[in-house]
């Protein structure tokens, strides 16, 4: 295919059109539809200021309607001949339609497209998120509420410190990821602004209608800068792929919890069989391989960041192709993420505690620091109580185990951990990604009708 850029039909040396597109050129086909939104929303734009007029605007938007059916066939398939999505469609179209097709890129550039297709490629992958954090969430208040009273020690330096249950434990992971979706929340009204228009990063000489634009595809409002637009893309994607660790450091943190709970020196959880895999040797083997790859993706989205922030670092002002290089790690961050949370509540529905070896886990001296708040009643200092308590550690009683997870009743503690208000919370903050979701797809339906 002849490149936008020649009318002599130059062709890039092989070698170097696979080092520098090969990568991108795959991504692309992420990245189609979201090319064809902006495109039909830019045509109705140039109708609107006179460089398109009404039969060619309805020309060009049932051609890029017709993509988005071939799309969804897999019929339109970005490949390295294509350089990019973008070139792709403006081909077919000038293909289809002449003069006409080569009008649809008047006033935006390849740099500007690729920054709307990701803003919006960006907002649909939000809304997936957001749900299957609210489905996990959900699911560890579930678990937390069934299992809320079984006795489970609490650690501190990996080493038995306090009486817990399995739903402290269960209940934590649940509250981390309400936080997250607060996090998650502030990535999406940053992601919320429309760049197209800005051009190669400095406007264009026409009369274009940015707002009408924005407006068309569901953006909040237009990323007004033009130079800004361009060199915002690394901050708007580590703004969010540092919000994808954070969900990756909960998973990673149950993970591995998990795995030390249900090796055979904790043995606090049943599991069933078919989460794990064996061994080609080791005849008994159970791993539970699944909590080790969830350990190793973790890592891997939270270095993509890394990667995406050292990549980026002093460019100079103005778009710079090392842009194109973040397309990777931000895609497969979101892709990781997304299976990881799919597991959750497989891997939640399979295991089970063992509450008799959990309430003998529970041995007396975790019992210490209450020896010590009972002589605290009675009117000693409480250092003075640490220091005797210290003294008289084999003279701890071991109380009703179940009984005693009652009598931490504050706010949070093992016998008021608020699991109901939780809940409610939860699908509180539900109710803003339900109707975001809504006007978005509001908005599209018009577009694409």
């Not at 339609?97 to 009008?103: V, Y």
């Not at 069933?272 to 080790?292: A, F, R, V, Y």
């Amino acid at each position: 295919m002849k490149k936008l850029w020649t009318d002599t039909g130059t062709k890039l040396n092989k070698l170097i059109e696979n080092y520098c597109f090969a990568e991108g050129v795959e991504l692309d086909n992420y990245l189609t539809k979201y090319d064809v939104y902006a495109s039909i929303a830019h045509a109705s734009m140039l109708c609107k200021i006179g460089i398109i007029d009404k039969n060619e605007f309805d020309q060009l938007k049932k051609l890029l309607l017709g993509i988005l059916k071939l799309g969804n066939k897999d019929q339109f398939i970005i490949k390295i001949e294509d350089e990019d999505v973008h070139t792709k469609i403006e081909s077919y179209l000038s293909d289809k339609l002449g003069d006409l097709g080569k009008k649809i890129h008047t006033g935006r550039s390849r740099n500007d497209q690729v920054l709307v297709d990701l803003r919006l490629y960006t907002k649909e992958q939000l809304f997936s998120i957001a749900d299957l954090l609210i489905e996990t969430a959900g699911q560890f208040l579930l678990y937390a509420k069934k299992y809320e009273f079984i006795p489970m020690p609490g650690y501190t330096h990996m080493q038995k410190a306090m009486p817990s249950s399995v739903g402290m434990w269960l209940g934590s992971f649940a509250e981390q990821i309400i936080d997250i979706l607060d996090l998650l929340k502030a990535s999406f009204e940053l992601n919320d602004q429309s760049p197209l228009g800005s051009g190669a990063a400095y406007g264009v000489s026409l009369p274009i209608d940015r707002e009408m634009t924005a407006k068309l595809l569901g953006f909040k409002k237009v990323q007004s800068n033009s130079l800004y637009s361009q060199i915002s893309r690394p901050t708007f994607h580590l703004a969010l792929m540092h919000n994808l660790g954070q969900i990756m450091l909960a998973m990673s943190r149950f993970a591995n919890d998990l795995l030390l709970f249900t090796t055979s020196e904790f043995d606090f959880f049943d599991v069933d069989e078919n989460i794990c895999t064996g061994s080609s040797i080791m005849p008994q083997k159970k791993n539970l391989d699944l909590l080790e790859y969830v350990r190793a993706k973790s890592n891997k989205v939270l270095s993509a960041s890394m990667t995406v922030g050292v990549m980026t670092a002093a460019l100079p002002s103005g778009y710079n192709g090392d842009f194109g290089e973040t397309k990777g790690p931000f895609i497969e961050s979101i892709n990781t993420v997304k299976d990881t949370l799919k597991m959750l509540p497989v891997i939640l529905s399979s295991i089970k505690p063992k509450t008799e070896i959990l309430e003998k886990a529970c041995s007396k001296e975790i019992y210490a620091t209450h020896f010590a708040y009972e002589k605290v009643k009675k009117g000693t200092p409480f250092r003075s109580a640490y220091l005797e308590t210290k003294k008289q550690l084999d003279q701890i009683p071991l109380p009703d185990i179940k009984k005693f997870l009652t009598i931490s009743n504050h706010t949070g503690g093992t016998g008021n951990l608020l699991l109901k208000e939780s809940k409610k919370y939860l699908y509180s903050k539900q109710n803003f990604w339900n109707n975001a979701k809504k006007q978005y797809r509001e908005v599209i339906n018009s577009l694409l009708s």
